[in-house]
């Protein structure tokens, strides 16, 4: 099979992130530019006459939103991956950037945009203590700000568009979170307590036009999120919508009069409910003329126009401007044209159990000789290809989950010979809050457990070849790789971490300051370090705690400025393979953070872990030259023809 090129699945995208601003008159998109991204703006009539604004290699935004003014556009930037974010404005009509948040080591973020305040926004931030973010509101045309709301502890807002806080949200003792309702200034009173077992599937959404009630995604009582409307004067609630089995994920709200209009399940693949007979028309066009899984994401005020997109598992997204007046679809871009014609292959959705009973929605992906999959489990009859060399990908959160739709990661390893099983493992949102809640304190337990019972599963179906097992993943997923090759040390045949946490004690211990407010969902979720039982157990789920049993080789990488795990933890565990003399690989980025974001330093981890699979397993590889590896970049270990004595 020819090799795709790596830059063709993991470079800057050709153009992405189209959108409209409020009024319609505007349209905005992202484009690849010097290998990174630029901001680029015009009208809607003339769209593909748009001209660049803002961006580049290094200054490129990654995400963007209009102000109601239809002037102005927010994106966020930080510094290398600090993630001390800052809000900037852009003036599209002037060119002129502006950083709004202009402190320095603050951390912020857009908390609302409302249409009767076209010119202002309101901003949280931390500038007056590291752990609580106040309420700011700033004028985008000026860039006045001035404090409106001091935090005295909570952990979100929910205002109206008034900019008038309704509720604020706060950490009650194991893991449970309470609203409360603002009634006079400086006087709250209960409006709703969410147990703990309903923390991460109960969550109000947003305030009504009338300001008298909010809806939310609420499991209370029962498994599944189903969406429901709350009174603010008197607390009763009404359900709105509920689907037997599946969690509502994901509301469509009218963006000017914030009448509810739809919602979406995501079980399998991504599902469209209509509220009205309206609203099930766009749906029904918008599906039956692309087919895959639909996206909206953008619409001006008066619904006249909106952007969408359509994810397949075989293709690169598209987007499209849909005039919903005449019901018709106008395609705009692909997001990776090059792709069009490559051998992507498809990607099969599967239900594997877990030893104690669990159901894993999954994802399998093979190369393009047989065997041809016939349901659930792989028919005996393999064929020239099976079993095939299998990457285990790991999702991070640990709280989010994988879907079906183009993986750039899955078709480079397919492309290079790997099957390719991604798992859903419990702890994974989506399920249900019994799926989720079976992860609780189940990191490197259970959770660990599943992602075993799923390449047993491989293996006995003849997918997966036991001696070419890899497992790979990012943050939890990095976790994950290592305490695979930690607890399972003769399973898999190598590892590839990005940014794991190797000490789980330390990584709850230097949160970030403003996750403090979350103390008690960690210690739920993961475990307590603040008493001698939680450390016992962490210390005992902690990878560093048996580093001692790696054997097989590993590559990992880091970001410098990561705020969320050391790079102690990084530097420990390559001290410890470099003097075991383990094989491994080791990629410190200086200037990134949890998640690499510049162009450069995603060719090159990819680069790299191609170059490390190859040399273990003797899979195909594209030529690459260590000397190419950006001055950046620091590479140690004994592998790949590195210095071993050179740390």
């Known amino acids: ?57 290094e200054a490129g935004p990654s995400s963007y939103t209009w102000c109601y003014d239809s002037r102005h556009i927010l994106f966020p930037r930080d510094e290398s991956g600090d993630e001390n974010w800052h809000v900037f404005s852009l003036d599209v009509e002037t060119g002129q950037t502006r950083d709004l948040t202009p402190w320095p080591g603050v951390a912020a973020g857009v908390a609302a945009l409302s249409p009767r305040h076209p010119t202002q926004i309101l901003v949280l931030m931390n500038r007056r203590d590291p752990a ?161 899984d639909l996206h909206i994401l953008s619409r001006t005020l008066d619904q006249a126009w909106w952007v969408v997109s359509h994810a397949r598992e075989t293709a690169a997204t598209r987007f499209s401007l849909y005039d919903r007046q005449a019901r018709r679809l106008e395609p705009l871009f692909s997001a990776r044209p090059e792709l069009d014609g490559l051998p992507l292959v498809p990607m099969q959705s599967l239900s594997l159990p877990t030893r104690d009973g669990l159901e894993m929605v999954s994802y399998l992906s093979t190369p393009p000789q047989p065997p041809i999959l016939q349901g659930s489990p792989i028919t005996e009859d393999t064929g020239g290809g099976a079993p095939w060399p299998l990457v285990l990908l790991v999702h991070g959160g640990p709280w989010g989950r994988v879907a079906w739709g183009y993986d750039a990661a899955t078709q480079w390893l397919v492309n290079r010979g790997f099957a390719v099983l991604a798992v859903n493992f419990r702890g994974s949102v989506g399920f249900g809050k019994a799926f989720l809640n079976a992860g609780d304190r189940e990191w490197g337990g259970a959770m660990q457990q599943d992602l075993i019972d799923a390449v047993d599963w491989a293996v006995s179906a003849g997918v997966a070849d036991p001696r070419r097992l890899v497992v790979m993943g990012g943050s939890y997923g990095g976790y994950a790789v290592l305490r695979a090759l930690t607890e399972t040390p003769e399973l898999f045949a190598c590892g590839i971490a990005l940014c794991p946490p190797v000490d789980l004690i330390g990584f709850l211990r230097n949160v970030p300051p403003y996750w403090s407010r979350m103390a008690e969902i960690f210690a739920r979720r993961i475990g307590d370090h603040r008493s001698a039982e939680g450390r016992k157990m962490l210390k ?79 899979t195909p590889a594209q030529p690459f030259d260590l000397a190419t590896v950006p001055p950046a970049v620091r590479l140690s270990g004994n592998m790949l023809g590195l210095d071993p004595g050179n740390p």
Not at 2 to 21: D, K
Not at 244 to 257: S, Y
Not at 273 to 289: I, K, P, Y
Not at 589 to 611: C, K, M, Q, S, Y
């Open 132 to 292: 609580v973010h106040d309420l700011w509101r700033v004028d985008v045309e000026t860039g006045e700000s001035r404090e409106v709301f001091r935090n005295t502890g909570f952990m979100r807002f929910i205002v109206d568009d008034d900019f008038t806080v309704r509720l604020a949200q706060e950490a009650l003792e194991d893991g449970a979170v309470r609203y409360l309702r603002l009634t006079a200034p400086g006087t709250w009173e209960p409006f709703l307590d969410i147990p703990a077992e309903d923390a991460l599937t109960t969550v109000i959404t947003g305030v009504t036009r009338d300001g008298r009630a909010v809806h939310a995604l609420d499991s209370r009582g029962r498994d599944v999120a189903r969406l429901v409307r709350f009174d603010l004067e008197s607390g009763a609630m009404d359900v709105v919508a509920e689907e037997e089995g599946e969690d509502i994920v994901e509301v469509l709200v009218h963006p000017e009069t914030f009448r509810l209009q739809g919602y979406v399940t995501h079980r399998l693949r991504r599902i469209w409910h209509s509220c009205d007979e309206e609203t099930a028309r766009d749906l029904q066009v918008l599906a039956d003329t692309h087919g895959g």
């Open 1 to 57: 099979m020819t090799l795709i090129p790596r830059e063709t699945l993991f470079g800057a995208p050709v153009a992405i992130a189209p959108s409209l601003s409020p009024d319609g008159r505007r349209f905005a998109y992202l484009e690849r530019s010097d290998g990174g991204l630029v901001l680029r703006v015009g009208w809607r009539r003339r769209w593909r006459s748009t001209v660049p604004m803002f961006g580049g290699a």
């Open 540 to 618: 005992a789920r902690s990878p560093s705690s048996h580093l001692d049993r790696i054997s097989r080789p590993l590559f990992f990488a880091h970001g410098a400025n990561d705020v969320r795990v050391s790079r102690d933890d990084a530097d420990g565990l390559a001290a410890v393979l470099r003097t075991r003399g383990v094989p491994h690989l080791y990629a410190l980025f200086e200037n990134e953070g949890h998640v690499l974001v510049r162009p450069e330093n995603i060719a090159t981890f990819h680069a790299l872990a191609e170059e490390f699979l190859s040399a273990v397993l003797k």
